[in-house]
Nanobody, 122 residues
Framework: QLQFVESGGGLVQPGGSLRLSCTAS????????IAWFRQAPGKEREGVSY????????NYADSVKGRFTISRDNAKNTVYLQMNSLKPEDTGVYYC???????????????WGQGTQVTVSS
């Protein structure tokens, strides 16, 4: 059974840090690019970061460059998103998703997790 389980979200003050995890099961994890997307209320879904199947290549949205780091451990079927220097505009539901392409285009991602809420507020 295909499954993504996201964890690590929560409430944090501006300037704080969180680490999100996305653990997959039910498919051959190391064949897929994995991405993190986020969606805030009233806003469009935004691609935050994605990582190639082997982990050698990563890409970030301009809004998070220098603050977020994506990584993966294929032995654990898990992708991480380390988020530092968080800002209120980082607030949203964060989803992980898989694609056979190395791309930010969300329509190529064919399976999505349920999401984890991140709230940055004082």
């Amino acid at each position: 059974q295909l499954q993504f389980v996201e964890s690590g979200g929560g409430l944090v003050q501006p300037g704080g840090s969180l680490r999100l995890s996305c653990t997959a099961s039910g498919f051959t994890f190391l064949y897929y690019t994995i991405a993190w997307f986020r969606q805030a209320p009233g806003k469009e879904r935004e691609g935050v970061s994605y990582i190639s199947s082997g982990g050698a290549n990563t890409n970030y949205a301009d809004s998070v460059k220098g603050r977020f780091t994506i990584s993966r451990d294929n032995a654990k079927n898990t992708v991480y998103l380390q988020m530092n220097s968080l800002k209120p505009e980082d607030t949203g539901v964060y989803y992980c998703a898989r694609s056979t392409s190395y791309t930010r285009r969300w329509e190529t991602y064919d399976y999505w997790g349920q999401g984890t809420q991140v709230t940055v507020s004082s």
